[in-house]
């Protein structure tokens, strides 16, 4: 999911913004760098004439640029939580990978966090050489990732974006991210997931 930072032990909900969120009817958006999906599909196009492209659309092109084979759900209902984007998935809640934004000294800061941990902002903190890290502002979520709060990815974002990676996500084989609004989803493996981010390696809870 994604959004704001979360706030660490006592401030960071574990299951908060950043599980990228959604619902429940399931739609495919391509295998391996890419077949589009059919009728309903996941990822709407941009391009043609008068059509804007969505922030679901620029995260589907960075998979597909990336070669990642992933399947994309888009759900008719959000879902607000790690905890209930596992149950409509059928996943074990820590293998949501919450893509959570945070204020690290000024400068955004990426917490790619498990749905089962709180992020320990402390930690994170000394990980990243900050003075401080809080959660960010919704202003700077959406400058940051042109994403909403609530269903940040982890990629697709204007610019690469420093990032840490929960190294307890490893523990699963398949992870789900949000896919750029509070009704997508994609799914790929926690190597991937490090590759498309490049992401650091931590313990964050």
């Known amino acids: 999911m994604s959004g704001q930072g979360r706030k660490p032990r006592s401030e960071a909900a574990a299951d908060g913004e950043g599980a990228s969120q959604r619902g429940t009817s399931e739609e495919r958006a ?114 940051a990732t042109g994403q909403e709060v609530g269903g940040v990815a982890p990629v697709g974002h204007p610019a690469p974006l420093r990032t840490v990676v929960d190294v307890d996500l490893a523990r699963h084989p398949l992870l789900w991210a949000g896919g750029g609004n509070h009704h997508t989803m994609f799914c790929l493996s926690y190597a991937d997931l490090l590759r498309l981010t490049g992401g650091d390696e931590a313990a964050v809870a």
Do not use: Q
């Not at 399947?71 to 893509?99: H, K, M, Q, W, Y």
């Open 30 to 143: 391509g295998r391996a760098g890419g077949r589009d999906a059919g009728a309903g599909s996941a990822a709407p196009r941009g391009g043609g004439p008068g059509s804007t492209t969505t922030a679901v659309d620029r995260v589907v092109a960075a998979l597909r640029a990336a070669g990642v084979d992933t399947e994309v759900r888009r759900f008719a209902e959000p879902v607000p939580t790690a905890a209930a984007a596992a149950v409509a998935l059928g996943c074990d809640v820590g293998a949501i990978a919450n893509s959570l934004v945070f204020d690290a000294d000024g400068a955004p800061l990426l917490v790619l966090a498990s749905g089962a941990h709180r992020v320990d902002t402390g930690k994170v903190a000394e990980l990243v050489g900050a003075r401080r890290v809080r959660p960010a502002s919704s202003a700077l979520v959406t400058a």
